[in-house]
């Protein structure tokens, strides 16, 4: 049984627009893009729509997510962790993997593979939940409960699991420098408070990171 397909009905059709503060190269820029696991393409399509982006190609291995409007220049039906799109060494400017590497069996394997599409100086962008996130601490160290949803930290599609650290060390283990890291889910006198206790990551559902290939 494919697991994806009982995801919710929102699961594949949002455009990730809290990516935003992270897309340093702002509008007006000739910026190639490819997003790992496109889904139906939607953030593309703001990518592109906005001005952050001229040209703008996605990965998706489900057939049925393939893009369906005109924005997405190219769209490729395949799995990173075994192929790579056929785009040219050192030729894009930014990569998107929104959400994605927690799927994978070798996301660092497959990180190193995509770096070498990515030009010297280009942006990764990346997020993946916080499975450091309290609800998770709680449940597991009160409750003796793990449970797998369809959505969310403890997606049953996951494989990897990360946290803060976590997702730097397989950022930077592609070769790329750390820029910035945020998270996401968590109001500003929450990450005050508990940044005071060292405990800032606690109620971030996600961390979004952008890296810079060296």
Sequence with gaps: MNLY??????YFSKARLEIEPLLR????HACRALE??????????WLKQAGYCSWVAGVEPYA???PHNTSVDRFDRLDIESDLPNIPQ??????????????LNNPWEAMRRLAGLLKPG???????????????LVDLAFRGRFNYTDSGILDRTHLRFFTRSSLIE??????????TVISTDTTR???KFLAMLGLGDLLAKQFLLAATKQ
């Design 25 to 28: 190269l702002g509008k007006g």
């Design 90 to 103: 050192e030729s894009l400017d930014m990569i998107l993997c929104l959400d994605v590497l927690e799927h």
């Design 122 to 136: 280009g942006l990764w962008i990346i997020s993946v939940p916080n499975i450091r996130n309290y609800h998770i």
């Design 5 to 10: 397909t009982n995801k919710p009905q929102d």
């Design 170 to 179: 397989l950022a930077e283990s592609s070769g790329a420098r750390v820029d």
């Design 36 to 45: 790992i696991g496109c889904a139906e393409g939607h953030t593309l399509e």
């Design 64 to 66: 049925e997510l393939h």
């Design 189 to 191: 006198w929450q990450k």
